[in-house]
């Protein structure tokens, strides 16, 4: 039973492609985030989503674009992909007291 | 100054050693506190949560220190299992959630 997964695994791309992650969770949470964590390993919130509402945006381009149908699932499109956007994407949910609970992550390479 | 700064690390120990992380964050309107632990290309997943009257959790023992701004996590008797990254985590009431740049523990044989 997967609490958070996320498709695909790995994703390999042209830069200038248009690409979506897709992330979901059974915990029963209202709140959803997307993280970048770059080849430092800096693990960085791009967005926080609050049933279905968008509560934080920290700064990302505008290219990305995350979307909630629903409050299990929030999904991230990345438009004109580029260089600097390979990295790993992890969505995560988090419980009342805070607490996150991460999927296995998505590992984004842009050639 | 970054919102949440860790010991930079590396740190090796052997096994049976005890060792200690700190973590200091800046902004003073922060509410909750953890560490979570990260494998090598895995997801991060929560160590423990950290409160004012400190807490532990077997051999770890997480303390936070709101007038000085700073929270530790203590590792006794470490196993060649702890080897990881440990983060430090920060949210304000308004939801942010700040993750410390990590600090890395190798224990050695």
């Known amino acids: 039973d997967t609490a958070v997964s996320q498709t695909p695994k790995y994703l390999v791309t042209q830069m200038g492609n248009d690409k979506s992650i897709k992330c979901e969770q059974n915990l029963g949470h209202d709140t959803m985030y997307w993280y970048k964590q770059d080849s430092k390993k800096f693990l960085k919130i791009m967005f926080s989503?609050?049933?279905?509402?968008?509560?934080i945006n920290e700064t990302v381009p505008n290219r990305f674009s995350p979307k909630s149908p629903d409050k299990a699932h929030l999904n991230l499109h990345i438009n004109s992909l580029e260089l600097g956007d390979s990295a790993v994407y992890f969505c995560?949910?988090?419980?009342?007291?805070?607490?996150?609970?991460f999927g296995p992550g998505t590992r984004l390479t842009v050639l | 100054r970054k919102e949440v700064e860790q010991d930079p690390g590396p740190f090796n120990v052997p096994e049976g050693a005890t060792v200690a992380f700190n973590c200091t964050y800046s902004?003073?309107?922060?509410?909750?506190f953890f560490w979570y632990r990260q494998d090598c290309r895995k997801e991060p997943k929560l160590l423990m949560s950290v409160y004012s009257s400190g807490n532990e959790d077997g051999r770890f023992t997480a303390q936070l220190n709101r007038a000085s701004q700073y929270i530790s996590l203590l590792i006794r008797d470490s196993k060649l299992s702890d080897s990881a990254t440990y983060l430090c985590v920060v949210n304000t009431n308004a939801g942010k959630s700040t993750f410390g740049d990590g600090t890395t523990l190798t224990v050695k044989p």
């Open positions: 902004n003073s309107a922060s509410q909750s």
């Open positions: 989503y609050n049933n279905k509402e968008l509560i």
């Open positions: 995560a949910s988090g419980d009342f007291t805070d607490t996150q609970y």
